[in-house]
């Protein structure tokens, strides 16, 4: 774990740090925006499972809030495929189906506890598990969830720190996230700026 705090440490002190910064400003500014604004944001995550952020951003950027909630099952289908979806069957049928949960942002209100807005999106959102759903809330200016991606376990890995696993499962998800609260704690940062640290150590880059 030491020489990870190092690394993050490290790049805290470099224009990485000013990036990330900016990332994240821009996560609490969508904090403040519409219902419309969120669920665009949640089909975002929709495209991102089994596929990368490059596509789940192009498809945003393309299709927006209105052709996530106003094109047809078989245009989205159709859209999603052109646009570079491995899965865009069940990719199209999730955002169809997620269409009843337009108000995400007024339906999320009724929780104070981002753990428990997290477990209501696992059990009510189909195609968001565990990462996913952090993923979203983290977009949306949830700072407190881990975002357990195969790059963060990887970095967590290679320090010896999770052990090795076939699938993740609610238990070793949240074994992981206590891991990570650690590293939050020495590094004076939260579990989404964190995410953005690691994820930069292994690819480079700052998405979202």
Not at 107 to 135: A, C, P, T, Y
Request: glycine letters at 4%; hydrophobic letters at 35%.
């Amino acid at each position: 774990m030491k020489e990870l705090i190092q690394q993050v440490n490290q790049l805290k002190k470099t224009e990485i740090k000013n990036i990330i910064d900016k990332r994240m400003k821009e996560f609490s500014d969508l904090n403040k925006m519409s219902n419309e604004d969120w669920f665009s944001e949640l089909c975002f995550c929709l495209t991102t499972a089994n596929s990368s952020q490059k596509t789940g951003a192009k498809i945003q950027n393309e299709l927006g809030f209105s052709g996530y909630y106003n094109l047809s099952l078989k245009e989205l289908t159709i859209k999603l495929k052109e646009l570079g979806h491995r899965f865009y069957n069940v990719r199209s049928q999730f955002i169809f189906e997620a269409r009843k949960n337009k108000n995400i942002k007024e339906i999320l209100s009724q929780f104070n506890d981002d753990f428990e807005k997290r477990d209501w999106l696992v059990n009510n959102v189909k195609g968001l598990g565990m990462k996913e759903s952090s993923h979203f809330l983290r977009n949306t200016g949830h700072n407190n969830l881990a975002i357990l991606d195969r790059h963060i376990i990887r970095a967590l890995q290679e320090n010896k720190l999770i052990p090795e696993f076939k699938t993740i499962t609610k238990n070793i998800y949240l074994q992981s996230e206590k891991v990570l609260n650690k590293i939050c704690d020495k590094t004076n940062l939260s579990q989404g700026e964190l995410d953005l640290y690691l994820w930069y150590t292994k690819t480079g880059e700052v998405l979202k």
